[in-house]
């Protein structure tokens, strides 16, 4: 983009759950019954476009939303974020597999000009301790959700459902079309994009089959504590 930074990934969040309703949801017809607050930007703009009433808002103004009747359903990120902002006292119904936000990174930019100043240890020591707070952060939020979806389905009266099979393709066909729009009308989007795309060409298809089997083995387990 042209500008002198030094930028470095860390603490990714995700995948976030597709939210918390105040009935069940089993098709979506069911999910355009109701005002639900999404993110702004693409992931808004991709559930309005599948005929769900999406509403952007910020993360203070959801909770007093629900009680008011504002919104219907909502959005925030994970088993414990959410159950610290308290949705689980408002909303019982909780569907986690969501399409919408599948990572969020925080960032850490340092000027160019300073990076290059430094010397090539410190610079490696940067980008270590970056690395480190990615592992870290994925292995802590993998446990403390787990440990978060457990109390509210145990004692908070949380109930958990799979998400509707019809939103995975209606969600995707949106998304693909919103991004291949902004790419249309946008030169450094394009070449985020067309990055993003080439990288999936390899590693999706690997990573998709060695991951099948430790999702099915891991479904069979969940299942067995039901």
């Known amino acids: ?28 017809a069911d999910f355009r019954k109701y005002r639900f607050r999404t993110p702004p930007g693409i992931p808004g703009q991709a559930y ?14 959801i909770l007093p939303a629900l009680e008011k009747g504002t919104i219907d359903a909502a959005e925030w990120c994970c088993p414990k974020p959410d159950s610290v902002f308290g949705f689980q ?17 925080a960032d850490m ?12 240890v410190q610079q490696k020591a940067i980008e270590v301790a970056a690395n480190a707070s ?13 440990k978060a979806l457990k109390k509210l389905t145990e004692e908070d009266g949380v109930i958990l459902h799979d998400t509707p099979a019809d939103y995975f393709p209606a969600y995707m066909n949106a998304a693909k079309a919103l991004l291949e729009k902004n790419a249309s009308e946008n030169a450094f989007f394009k070449t985020v994009y067309d ?3 080439e990288f999936a060409k390899i590693a999706v298809p690997f990573w998709a089959g060695s991951q099948a089997s430790n999702a099915a083995l891991g479904k069979a387990y969940a299942d067995t504590l039901k």
């Open 1 to 28: 983009m042209g500008v002198n930074v030094k930028g470095f990934m860390l603490q990714p969040v995700g995948p976030e759950a597709l939210g918390w309703f105040k009935e069940p949801i089993n098709s979506m």
């Open 48 to 61: 309005k476009d599948i005929g769900v009433a999406s509403v952007a808002m910020g993360g203070g103004d």
């Open 89 to 105: 006292k408002v909303l019982k119904h909780y569907y986690l597999q969501g399409l919408h936000q599948v990572v969020v990174n």
């Open 109 to 120: 930019y340092i000027n160019g000009d300073i990076y290059k100043s430094m010397t090539p």
């Open 134 to 146: 990615l592992s870290k952060s994925m292995s802590y939020r993998i446990y403390e959700n787990g």
């Open 195 to 197: 990055s993003q795309k």
